[in-house]
């Protein structure tokens, strides 16, 4: 970016309810001085957000640009230097943006789990981002910060401990508060309807590899006799772990991201690096739990899947816009353990853990902090560009300021 831009950041989609949560988090911890604008459909709506803000907002920009409008959401991205944008789904209004911050330098940030769309942006925009020096950095929320953060963490220490790489690696959701964002529930719907259609989408999706770079250099396809990656789908107990395991609603999202890092790093974390995420209950009761969630997700699955059923679910579900209580956002949680072993059979576990409702509170600091350090950060971000993850596109900075807002990215050695 050798051009002046008018904002350090702008946060497109500040009137929707996650988006409202990360305008409120930035007028509260952006560093003074910062430039930062609301971006949306609406001006009479931004003005409102930015005044309900208070005068840490007073001197804030205000951008008008629909998301099918091309010709605007170009000349917003030429005004930034950092984009996060909460306006999903993504697969529906992302493109454009995404393709605008690529062409023109400018660094993005989303929250979008939809494989399908990541992978997308991965075929068509990261040759042009590469060259423009832009990074387009998916996945900036609950999905997939934890996730691969956590294991960019705990290779960096296991690394800086026992010089070795990662082999077995299982991410375990260990507690959790929170409601599921209506955003969420969207993008879901997109992705299935997309999956049903087209037969191709859905080899896509269900293959554990598929934002790799190269998927000719993957594990399953270099390791003779590699037995193959997937999805955990029934309860299982792991002496290895001491808990109880049933399936993770996010991990067919997550788990392609890790990889992802692990292969846009030369597979740092390994050749032979497995990765799964999961559910993990210990205790008495754990394998009445693991059974009760697995059946859950089971139901909620088979019901998405299938138009007459969703439609009924949809009168239940929350819309895009909807949210949580103030009160239920701030007494939500989650605490994950990601434990590995190394080649020797060394043990380490990388503990996450953030206070806050996961979809909505912890989200909107995951995604303010992911702008601030894409706009600020400069020189102390990895030098690399091009369709990333917030491992490879942030990497320690973004852990740093996640710290500094009482996140936990721990690791400690296990038998």
């Avoid at 005044?51 to 091309?70: C, K, M, N, Q, Y």
């Avoid at 911050?101 to 494989?115: P, Q, R, W």
């Avoid at 997550?254 to 390994?270: C, E, H």
């Avoid at 072993?341 to 912890?362: I, K, L």
Wanted: with cysteine; charged share 20%.
């Amino acid at each position: 970016m050798t051009q002046a831009r008018a904002y350090d950041v702008v946060l497109y989609g500040a009137t929707g309810f996650v988006g409202r949560l990360t305008a409120d988090y930035l007028a509260r911890h952006a560093p003074p001085g910062t430039r930062v604008a609301l971006a949306g459909r609406s001006a009479d709506k931004l003005d409102r957000v930015r005044t309900d803000l208070g005068p840490a907002a007073s001197r804030w920009g205000v951008i008008t640009a629909d998301a099918a409008d091309e010709s605007a959401v170009r000349a917003m991205a030429d005004q930034a230097t950092a984009i996060a944008t909460t306006v999903g789904p993504y697969a529906a209004y992302g493109f454009p943006l995404a393709s605008a911050c690529a062409e023109a330098g400018t660094h993005y940030a989303d929250l979008t789990g939809e494989v399908l769309f990541m992978r997308r942006t991965a075929e068509e925009l990261h040759d042009r981002a590469a060259a423009t020096g832009a990074r387009i950095v998916h996945a900036c929320g609950f999905d997939s910060i934890p996730s691969d953060l956590g294991v960019f963490v705990l290779h960096d220490e296991v690394r800086r401990q026992a010089g070795e790489e990662l082999t077995d690696t299982t991410f375990a959701v260990t507690g959790t508060r929170g409601g599921v964002s209506g955003g969420t529930i969207d993008s879901m719907r997109t992705q299935l309807a997309e999956m049903a259609s087209n037969p191709a989408a859905a080899r896509i999706v269900n293959d554990t590899y598929a934002l790799s770079p190269s998927r000719d250099k993957e594990p399953d396809v270099i390791n003779p006799g590699w037995p193959s990656e997937r999805d955990l789908r029934g309860v299982v107990r792991d002496t290895d772990l001491g808990m109880w395991l049933a399936p993770f609603v996010m991990a067919a999202t997550n788990t392609r991201v890790v990889r992802r890092s692990n292969a846009l790093q030369g597979w740092a974390y390994g050749q032979r690096f497995r990765y799964r995420e999961v559910m993990g209950f210990r205790g008495s009761a754990a394998p009445i739990a693991a059974t009760a969630v697995t059946g859950g997700l089971a139901a909620f699955a088979g019901a998405m899947a299938l138009p007459a059923t969703r439609k009924l679910l949809d009168r239940f579900l929350p819309e895009p816009g909807e949210g949580p209580s103030e009160r239920t956002r701030n007494n939500g949680y989650f605490r994950i353990e990601i434990a590995t072993r190394t080649p020797s059979g060394d043990g380490y576990v990388a503990d996450v853990a953030a206070q806050g409702d996961p979809g909505y509170a912890a989200t909107a600091v995951m995604l303010g902090e992911a702008a601030l350090s894409l706009a600020l950060d400069g020189d102390a971000l990895p030098a690399r560009a091009g369709v990333l993850t917030p491992a490879t596109g942030i990497g320690m900075p973004l852990v740093e300021r996640l710290r500094a807002q009482q996140f936990t990215f721990a690791v400690r050695q296990r038998r």
